[in-house]
Nanobody
């Protein structure tokens, strides 16, 4: 059973940066895609970014493309999301998740989820 634990959330002013981390354990992830999703109050969970664990191919939501970077450290089993030029509309709880569907953008295809970490961007 894959276990995921996020960290690195916090409060920042617009234009600032944060880096989220996600520690993965409980299995071999060579065939997995790892993703970041976010959910703002009253809104549905939305796709942010995804990366194939072995090949490192990436996909981004249009709303974050050019500002956010997803990466992973194979040796440490860590997933990261570097968030630059943050905007108030980026405020949400951010989740990491894993799926066997390559670069999926669909939340319901992800089987394991972390507990989430809050990101708050003030104007």
């Amino acid at each position: 059973q894959v276990q995921l634990v996020e960290s690195g959330g916090g409060s920042v002013q617009a234009g600032g940066s944060l880096r989220l981390s996600c520690e993965a354990s409980g299995g071999s992830f060579s065939w997995y895609t790892m993703g970041w999703f976010r959910q703002a109050p009253g809104k549905e969970r939305e796709f942010v970014a995804a990366i194939t664990w072995t090949g490192g191919s990436t996909d981004y939501a249009d709303s974050v493309k050019g500002r956010f970077t997803i990466s992973r450290d194979l040796a440490k089993n860590m997933l990261y999301l570097q968030m630059n030029r943050l905007k108030p509309e980026d405020t949400a709880v951010y989740f990491c998740a894993s799926t066997v569907v390559s670069l999926s953008r669909l939340a319901n295809s992800y089987r394991s989820w972390g507990q989430g970490t809050q990101v708050t961007v003030s104007s």
